[in-house]
């Protein structure tokens, strides 16, 4: 398997730009969460889905940010208008089973896409 | 809601030696579990190792153990005979009953340098 992939792996934009990033997570797993990664704010949970389905997207900063996941190997996360402080790592994460209702949710995490916004 | 936090924002070893990374949790929910993850400066995002809360003994995978103390709402990672490889960021994180165990909270993360 090989693993949650994601793209691109870095992504330099322009204040005011359309930035899409991607997200295939591991075949099999039916849920997908995204998060943003700063030196300010750590590690946040921007969003998860399961079945495709968003769950979760209190943790969506502002309506400039969308998400979706039209089948159970692809979703996107965009940024439209994309502002200087959207600069981070977003990270794609896949977890081993949540329908199970097991404590034990190990969440497999992509490499990442680090952007930049001049 | 759940809230970890790791008091340490970075700490020094030496080669060979053990280290103990701190991780306190709050949490009202009974049904929980505490993940640690490691960070190494390539930015990708390892599991270590995984204690549930009702888990009679401490987890344990190779060279990591998690120290459980339940009345104490801790859960430090313990790292021995620790390599150069092992300096990178360590985040503990919770996930609760209460959100179907499907969110993990994360810590701000614990930056560990092992020396020669």
Redesign the interface.
Known sequence: DAGVIQSPRHEVTEMGQEVTLRCKPISGHN?L?WYRQTMMR??E?LI?F?NNVP??DSGMPEDRFSAKMPNASFSTLKIQPSEPRDSA?Y?C?S?TD?TS?????????G??T?LTVL | AQKITQTQPGMFVQEKEAVTLDCTYDTSDP???L?W?KQPSS?????LI?Q??YDQQNATEGRYSLNFQKARKSANLVISASQLGDSAMY?CAI???NT??????????TRLLVSP
Do not use: H, W
Request: charged residues 10%.
């Open positions: 849920s969460f750590g590690l949970l998860y399961n769950i979760d790592v990270f994460a977890p949540l209702g097991s404590s034990y949710n190990e969440q497999f995490f490499p990442g680090r | 049904s929980y579990g993940f993850y930015g990708e995002m390892i599991f995984y549930g809360s985040f996930s609760t009953m179907g165990f499907q969110k993990l909270v994360f810590g701000t993360g």
